[in-house]
């Protein structure tokens, strides 16, 4: 499965912070935004990966993350001169995916809680038909809403509805079949001009091909497209990190322990790169191996 980082927009939420700058590199706390969903399709394994944003920003993307060889990936740019919903991104896309299926991220999206990489590898796993996420939030008109029965089943979903029918609200990270790319080519735009992952999402359910992994207690997903919102998961991240000693979505962790790069590349990283505390946490972390690295596998790498 390949994977597509969605980080174009003008992030006018974010006026004036981002009138020069993407808004997927402003920094959450240590580090810039778009590491986060980075290390989410990470995480699942992927490890060929396309970042979409406008021409004015691309250049910049590639600068920070080059063609992704550090962290064992290859990485990929194209362009979105205008933002026209979601679901473009698979047909800026589609020469990328080719036959496979693809994941999508988006690129002001944190998550973090335990068995993540199990549920996004789980998603990935999946032979065909697609995976949505899906969280529990107070204020469910906001978002894209799933309504599930009593098996957890989807039975339907709407994109911000006036009178929500659950309080689950579709996250910011999709998995699917090769399906997406023409069922994306078919759907018409919205009353906004937009082609609507919503509409995507909801083909899939009308096949009987939709699944929905719920991210309940214990997980915490973050949307930093505000200036509120930017400032509470640069906080979340700060206290987890500082409470716990672990770093989330540090890049070259999860390369080492999702096997993608060996310690001596770690160490390479955090000698050229990180004269500071990033730095130093890398280096401690592989002096530490091999033993934290075995002690609980994919469930210390799902908790970044």
């Not at 979903?157 to 689950?168: D, T, Y």
């Not at 509409?199 to 973050?222: C, H, P």
């Not at 060996?262 to 955090?270: F, G, P, S, T």
Request: glycine share 10%; with cysteine; net charge negative.
């Amino acid at each position: 499965m390949k994977g597509i980082i969605l980080a174009g927009g003008t992030g006018s939420r974010l006026f004036p912070s981002t009138l020069a700058l993407s808004k997927h590199l402003l920094p959450v706390y240590d580090k810039p935004m778009v590491f986060y969903p980075l290390s989410s399709l990470m995480l699942a394994g992927i490890r060929e990966i396309l970042l979409i944003s406008t021409p004015r920003d691309l250049p910049s993307f590639q600068r920070l993350l080059g063609d992704g060889s550090d962290w064992g990936l290859s990485l990929h740019y194209a362009e979105q001169p205008i933002p026209k919903g979601l679901a473009e991104a698979f047909l800026i896309g589609r020469s990328f995916i080719g036959a496979d299926g693809c994941a999508l991220a988006l690129g002001d999206n944190v998550f973090f809680g335990a068995e993540f990489s199990g549920r996004v590898g789980r998603a990935v796993r999946r032979s065909a038909g697609a995976t949505i996420f899906a969280y529990r939030v107070r204020d469910p008109q906001r978002y894209g809403v799933v309504t599930l029965d009593d098996n957890d089943r989807v039975t339907g979903i709407e994109e911000k509805p006036a009178r929500p029918r659950s309080n689950w609200a579709v996250t910011g990270i999709y998995f699917y079949d090769n399906q997406v790319v023409d069922i994306s080519a078919s759907i018409c735009p919205s009353d906004r001009g937009e082609l609507e992952i919503t509409d995507v999402n909801k083909v899939y359910l009308d096949r009987g091909q939709l699944a929905v992994e719920k991210l309940a207690r214990g997980f915490a997903w973050l949307d930093t497209g505000t200036p509120d919102g930017l400032l509470d998961a640069g906080e979340f991240v700060r206290t987890i990190e500082n409470r716990q000693g672990l770093k989330i979505a540090c890049l070259e962790e999860v390369a080492w322990r999702q096997g993608f790069i060996d310690a001596e590349a770690v160490l390479r990283l955090a000698h050229q790169r990180y004269p500071n505390s990033y730095g130093d946490y890398l280096r401690d972390l592989v002096s530490s191996a091999p033993a934290e690295r075995t002690l609980s596998g994919t469930d210390t790498v799902a908790d970044r």
